[in-house]
């Protein structure tokens, strides 16, 4: 079975996560969890990273919006990708490895 357009973009986005070493998992939704939550969840330097991953022109759903909105809100990041922007994600995870969090100052004080 062929790889769908979406599925492509997942590969790609995971083959940067993979490359720059960066924690990330698929959430697992499928009636037990939480609907609308982005296709990878990412932590890059203890900064929550969540990306969704589009074809085309397609657009995320309500539930979609109203997740990453939260996140943002929560100040994570979080994105949306296709096939035209999915490269967006290496400066992106750059950026946040090289961010200062305050998880990590506080790890030298304990």
């Known amino acids: 079975m062929a790889a769908t357009p979406e599925k492509r973009v997942k590969d790609k986005v995971v083959a940067i996560l993979k490359s720059e070493t960066v924690y990330y998992f698929f959430p697992a939704t499928h009636g037990y ?3 609308g939550v982005p296709d990878i969840i990412a932590c890059v330097n203890g900064h929550f990273l969540a990306i969704e991953c589009k074809a ?4 995320p759903t309500d539930l979609q919006v109203r997740e990453i909105e939260t996140i943002r809100r929560n100040n994570g990041v979080a994105v949306v990708v296709n096939e035209e922007n999915w490269e967006m994600v290496r400066p992106l995870v750059r950026r946040l490895k090289e961010a200062t969090t ?3 100052s506080a790890e030298g004080e304990a």
């Open 33 to 35: 969890g939480r609907s």
């Open 56 to 59: 085309g022109k397609n657009k």
């Open 102 to 104: 305050i998880l990590a």
